[in-house]
């Protein structure tokens, strides 16, 4: 079943067009990356996704339903959350109140402690850290708090952006079984990734964007192989 569908969708900044044309879908429990070289587009799509930045024209429908015109914390509501590049946490509140900020728009709260559960299980850093401001933290631990934060409001689709940007090696491997592991346990991804080697081998289906267009696409596997990608994204000549 079709969940996240982009129908020419084109994205302006001023007179500067980022993407121009872009169509993709994500399909209900799958992981989906987008890749591509900085500058693609790739920001730009996820902002369009998620409400921060309009589209110039295009079609954008979620779960049935048009969201081209909806307001960013509408989406939120209907089940759309991004841990964004650069993370995004509130410097100055403590881990559980970053948390606590992901569930704001959440009607039904019932299950409020399941999942908070359910993220310290993700992550049990932060459960050791409950208490420890968000800007004292390393990289590491406040990407695991970002994402932290987006399953909070209990998406169908979990917007990631870059989550290894920053990383050391260790966090990155981390933070790449972790995210495997949240889609095993139900939750649609869309991720844009710099790491193509690791974004690639965790998905089902990827997108390969320049210039803000598609210019190619397959399932993870397949793009893994092709030449022309290994070439430009995976460091193989």
Known sequence: MTLLEL?????HYGRIQAVSGLSIQV???????????????????????????PISSGKITFAGEDISKLRG?????????????????????????NLDMGAYARKDRK???????RVFELFPRLAERKTQMGGTMSGGEQQMLA????????PKLL????????????????IFR????????????????QNAQQALSRAHRAYV????????????????ADNSIKEAYLGVG
């Open 7 to 11: 129908s020419d969708v084109s994205v």
């Open 27 to 53: 399909n209900e429990g799958e992981v989906v990356t987008l890749i591509g070289a900085n500058g693609a587009g790739k920001s730009t799509t996820m902002r369009a996704i998620s409400g921060i930045r």
């Open 73 to 97: 914390d509408l989406r939120v509501v209907r089940g759309i959350s991004q841990a964004p590049e650069g993370r995004g946490i509130f410097p100055g509140m403590t881990v559980m109140e």
């Open 111 to 117: 299950d409020l402690s399941a999942d908070l559960e």
């Open 147 to 154: 994402i932290g934060r987006a399953l909070m409001a209990k």
């Open 159 to 174: 917007l990631l952006d870059e989550p290894s940007m920053g990383l050391a090696p260790q966090f990155i491997q981390q």
């Open 178 to 193: 972790i995210i495997t592991e949240i889609n095993k346990q139900g939750t649609t991804v869309l991720l844009v990734e």
């Open 209 to 224: 964007l320049e210039t803000g267009r598609i210019t190619k696409t397959g399932t993870g596997k397949e793009l893994l």
